[in-house]
């Protein structure tokens, strides 16, 4: 079953102008504690926020909390 999962950080606000006027090797300088502040989105709905890390070479995402959007993935409609 295909599910959507993103996973997103509130970083800052950049206008259209802005972003189209980025370039190769251009630097977006970020806060380091939206690292600790990552949420994780399935099909829209933020259920986990957590923090992005490495582990070893490879990514990895430690839950730090669940939220209760979460609960609302489990649903059923009959008709």
């Given amino acids: 079953i295909p599910v959507d999962v ?3 950080w509130d970083a800052f606000e950049l206008s259209v ?3 189209l006027n980025l370039e190769v090797n251009d630097i977006i300088e970020l806060n380091p504690e939206i690292i600790n ?3 994780s989105r399935i099909e829209g709905r933020t259920c986990f ?3 992005i890390g490495l582990e070893g070479d490879q990514v ?3 839950v730090n909390e669940c939220m ?3 609960l609302n993935l489990i649903g059923k409609s009959y008709g």
Avoid: I
């Fill in 6 to 8: 993103s996973v997103e």
């Fill in 17 to 19: 102008s802005d972003l």
């Fill in 37 to 39: 502040k990552t949420k």
């Fill in 49 to 51: 926020v957590g923090e």
């Fill in 60 to 62: 990895a995402y430690q």
């Fill in 68 to 70: 209760s959007e979460s």
